[in-house]
């Protein structure tokens, strides 16, 4: 029974507390003025990005579901709360409570699409799903390119063709200018809000997964057909997992558009490299660990920054890492070649 | 008389896409992994037809066959040290790693030829057709590619179902086991898809680049992803299906380009596909698996 105690006390240290370590320690050196301005600036993304590796863990690792959309999940949250923040900029209400509006109002509509996307996609399985969920991931950011969205006297105006079509009247501003995106969004996130967020989805997560929902949504990934035997929704309860981990993403979406002053839904945030890119910090951290995510996450995203000085080779060696680190991981010869090693050397150990 | 230039364009495209959709269907078959990285060789058959051509003075015919070559054996060695002895792990760490070579490959090209785009000769000195007095004009280019387009899609399925290496890679695809405990060479055979494919990849990607003259490291990457989507379409692992899938987007893409919308087609394209997979979620030609307990 202690025991049990121990490993739970391990445990909320090693989810929590290194994070909140990690923050001190940042703000520390930033007081100090020792951190260059290049790092201050990865800051908010580290937090991003993390939020999104656990975001997607909750698909792949919990649900056992390959998803290669998530970048537009995050896409629907930035723009959605991007422009809520746009139409309040000028109002009287207090800064942090338009950032609050404004994240709620990114985390519900990528939980929405997230909801609407889920209900056709989780039929299909394996490879299939990866292909449908990449091409709503593309669709998404299609649309958002080619959308026009300005508001004046009368009201909000919409169209799809050009911006010409949307005829503002006197006084009435742009909010989505098409491929040009959103220009002005107030800068709301910083790193402390970064730390906030993600602190808070792993708490939600966390108590998501260790729930009985969470437990029976394990189960079906484990066996489907013996889960459903049971009495257990299956399809319900994937889709429920779907939307929320589709919401964790709008808040990480959320996030990004209030950190530019500029926001576009460029293939370089959105597209489906962006989705792959969570990919790999999931995989890479470990399926179903979350703490393995944000670990990922975090290395990944400063490694190519402190590869930075090798130029053009940066991204070279960024790949090589990749493959060497996965058949190092995964590959059975070297799963076998690393055992022995370590057999060898606790032998060793032993007899001396 | 535009609607019938716009159909046949599509079906030049759809013939691009349909020849890369062979070679991720074929590998998707036999080693059961999404090739993520066969966009990219298609990047580099483009390069190395251009650098033959250009630099080193070849023809047109030793041009192709170079590029062919490269890419062969470049396909080859990627099977060889990358997927290979992943064979038995988690299809997720396979398709990473398949990511990972993928942006190799197009940081190499970055490297070795610079981010600014070459200016790709055609390879095709066809004149164009005209026809109805000159209404309806059918560049040489758009002919040959759907001419090579169809001789692949028949060349191949002679090739699988005739000779005994075809026989062989579907062995493969039905069971592996079962296929070495006959005498096949598994491996071998493996390694033969993956040269197919990349050689196939490389006359796409001359014929991309032959259509569309700009050639960048990201090249392969946009057709890569759509001819996925084709070979999804058609039901991956079929081949008559990857073909059918390719012209089917091509000519979509291109429809909707002229009479819908040009910056929602590849949102209407996708769309399409998310409609198909709903009624007939293995694909068009793609076969039913049933699950057992």
Known sequence: ?352 | MSFISYLLNGISLGSVYAIIALGYTMVYGIAKMLNFAHGDILMVGGYAAFLAFNQMGLGIPLSILFSMAICTALGVLVERVAYKPLRSANSLAVLITAIGVSYLLQNLALLLFGANPKSFQSFVKLPALKLAGGQLVISGETMVTILVGILVAVVLLLFIHKTRAGQAMLAVSEDKGAATLMGVNVNGTIALTFAIGSALASVAGILLCSAYPTLTPTTGAMPGIKAFVAAVLGGIGSIPGAFIGGILLGVLENLSKAYISSKLSDAIVFSVLIIVLLIKPSGILGKKIMEKV
């Open chain 1, 1 to 352: 029974m202690k025991n049990v105690q121990k490993n739970k006390i391990k445990d909320i240290f090693l989810n929590y507390g290194v994070i909140l370590i990690l923050y001190f320690v940042v703000q520390l050196f930033l007081k100090s003025g020792s951190v260059s301005s290049l790092m201050k600036g990865l800051l908010v993304p580290l937090c991003i990005y993390s939020i999104l590796a656990i975001s997607l863990n909750l698909v792949v690792g919990i649900s056992g579901e390959l998803s290669l959309g998530h970048a537009g999940f995050m896409c629907v949250g930035a723009f959605f709360s991007a422009s809520c923040s746009m139409l309040l900029k000028g109002s009287s209400l207090p800064p942090m409570l338009i950032f609050f509006i404004a994240l709620c109002i990114g985390a519900i509509s990528a939980g929405f699409f997230g909801f609407l996307i889920g209900i056709p996609v989780l039929r299909l399985k394996g490879d299939y799903l990866a292909i449908v969920t990449l091409a709503f991931g593309e669709i998404i950011k299609n649309i958002i390119n080619a959308l026009y969205f300005g508001v004046d006297k009368n009201g909000w105006h919409f169209s799809l063709k050009d911006g010409t079509a949307v005829a503002l009247g006197e006084g009435g501003k742009w909010i989505i200018k098409g491929a040009q995106g959103i220009t002005g969004t107030p800068k709301y996130s910083n790193f402390t809000v970064g730390i906030i967020l993600l602190l808070l989805s792993m708490l939600f997560i966390q108590h998501f997964i260790h729930s009985r929902t969470g437990r029976a949504v394990m189960a079906i990934r484990d066996n489907r057909i013996a889960a459903e035997s049971i009495a257990l929704p299956a399809s319900k309860l994937k889709l429920l997992c779907f939307t929320i981990s589709a919401a964790i993403a709008g808040i990480a979406g959320v996030l990004y558009a209030h950190n530019l002053s500029s926001l576009q839904a460029l293939p370089k945030n959105f597209g489906y490299n962006q989705s792959i890119m969570i990919l790999v910090f999931v995989v890479l951290g470990g399926i179903g660990n979350m703490r393995g995510s944000i670990l990922a996450a975090v290395v990944l995203t400063l490694l190519p920054e402190l590869l930075r000085s090798l130029n053009d080779y940066r991204m070279l060696i960024y790949a090589v890492v990749l493959i060497v680190m996965m058949l190092f991981t995964s590959a059975p010869g070297f799963i076998a070649f690393r055992e022995n090693i370590l057999h060898r050397l606790f032998r060793k150990e032993v007899n001396a």
